[in-house]
């Protein structure tokens, strides 16, 4: 049974950073593209980025680009995200999430973790 356990969210100003990190059990970690997601009440579920077992490709959401960085540890079953340059629309919770890299869809989801920027 695949588990994604989220840490790292919190509050922080405008401007400043924040890192999230996942820790995955339950799965041949190299075998999974892992990815985080992040929403909103009211909004359906967004893509910010996602990273291959080997490092890369990375991709991100055009928003997130050039202030946020997807890394992973094959080692350590981990998976992070560091926010740079926060902005007050990066505001949701956060979501760790796992797919086989022949599947096409993210299957395995963790329970999220809160990021709120204020000005």
């Known amino acids: 049974q695949v588990q994604l356990v989220e840490s790292g969210g919190g509050s922080v100003q405008a401007g400043g950073s924040l890192k999230l990190s996942c820790a995955a059990s339950?799965?041949?970690?190299?075998?999974?593209?892992m990815g985080w997601f992040r929403q909103t009440p009211g909004k359906e579920r967004e893509f910010v980025a996602s990273?291959?077992?080997?490092?890369?490709?990375?991709l991100y959401t055009d928003s997130v680009k050039g202030r946020f960085t997807i890394s992973r540890d094959n080692a350590r079953n981990t998976v992070t995200l560091q926010m740079d340059n926060l902005k007050l629309e990066d505001t949701a919770v956060y979501y760790c999430?796992?797919?086989?890299?022949?599947?096409?869809?993210?299957?395995?989801w963790g329970q999220g973790t809160q990021v709120t920027v204020s000005s």
């Open positions: 999430a796992a797919r086989l890299a022949i599947a096409r869809s993210f299957g395995s």
């Open positions: 339950g799965l041949t970690f190299s075998s999974y593209v």
């Open positions: 990273i291959y077992w080997s490092g890369r490709p990375t």
